[in-house]
Nanobody, 126 residues
Framework: DVQLQASGGGLVQAGESLRLSCSGSTLTLEGFGIGWFRQAPGKEREWVSYRGSRDGTRDYADSVMGRFTISEDVAENTVYLQMNSLKPEDTAVYYC???????????????????WGQGTQVTVSS
């Protein structure tokens, strides 16, 4: 039973942009804290961005601040991660995750999230 689905990954050159989508099937994303994480080959999964549930919170890892933007289309039940000025070090599998509001502290830790999408590959060539 797939509850979250991440999509939009691909192969781009450095400096280009991609927009990732996180769609809910049985989850209404507006009511959940939504996080984006990524895992590069040989590395641990790391937090990228967080959108708070109904409170307007937007938070970003230092490595993507100013380049990535998290947004939402409530009608489409989709959260987006707009990624601009991509760098080779952004290459990773990107995951979206959803958390019930009462489990969120800062939205930066994997254990805060209950639901995970399957991941979408982003490859940035130099």
């Amino acid at each position: 039973d797939v509850q979250l689905q991440a999509s939009g990954g691909g192969l781009v050159q450095a400096g280009e942009s991609l927009r990732l989508s996180c769609s809910g099937s049985t989850l209404t994303l507006e009511g959940f804290g939504i996080g984006w994480f990524r895992q590069a080959p040989g590395k641990e999964r790391e937090w990228v961005s967080y959108r708070g549930s109904r409170d307007g919170t937007r938070d970003y890892a230092d490595s993507v601040m100013g380049r990535f933007t998290i947004s939402e289309d409530v009608a489409e039940n989709t959260v987006y991660l707009q990624m601009n000025s991509l760098k080779p070090e952004d290459t990773a599998v990107y995951y979206c995750a959803a958390a019930n509001p009462w489990t969120i502290v800062r939205g930066r830790e994997e254990h805060e999230y209950e639901y995970w999408g399957q991941g979408t590959q982003v490859t940035v060539s130099s």
